[in-house]
């Protein structure tokens, strides 16, 4: 069974930082893709970024490129977001997220493994 433990979230005023982090169970990290995601109160859960296997390919939601940044360390099976410039509307639970086999892409139905979440609030 694997395990995803988010870490990283808090408080932050509008054009703050916040790095989350993602820790992941199991041997086998570096074969599947990595998101991340994230859901706001009454909205659905959307897509955030992602990252391939060993991270040559990196895709971001248009409302948070060149602001966001995913990276991976498969040596430590984590992976991890940098939040620059934080605005109000980024404020959600974001959730780490592990690809299903084979496939790197932006669906919630392309992930089969969820963390916990890890709260985000970004005050203006």
């Known amino acids: 069974q694997v395990q995803l433990v988010e870490s990283g979230g808090g408080l932050v005023q509008a054009g703050g930082s916040l790095r989350l982090s993602c820790a992941a169970s199991?041997?086998?990290?570096?074969?599947?893709?990595m998101g991340w995601f994230r859901q706001a109160p009454g909205k659905e859960r959307e897509f955030v970024a992602a990252?391939?296997?060993?991270?040559?390919?990196?895709l971001y939601a248009d409302s948070v490129k060149g602001r966001f940044t995913i990276s991976r360390d498969n040596a430590k099976n984590t992976v991890s977001l940098q939040m620059n410039n934080l605005k109000p509307e980024d404020t959600a639970v974001y959730y780490c997220?592990?690809?299903?086999?084979?496939?790197?892409?932006?669906?919630?139905?392309?992930?089969?493994?969820w963390g916990q979440g890890t709260q985000v609030t970004v005050s203006s």
């Open positions: 199991g041997r086998t990290f570096s074969s599947y893709a």
């Open positions: 990252i391939s296997r060993f991270g040559g390919s990196t």
């Open positions: 997220a592990r690809g299903r086999a084979g496939v790197f892409g932006v669906n919630r139905d392309e992930y089969d493994y």
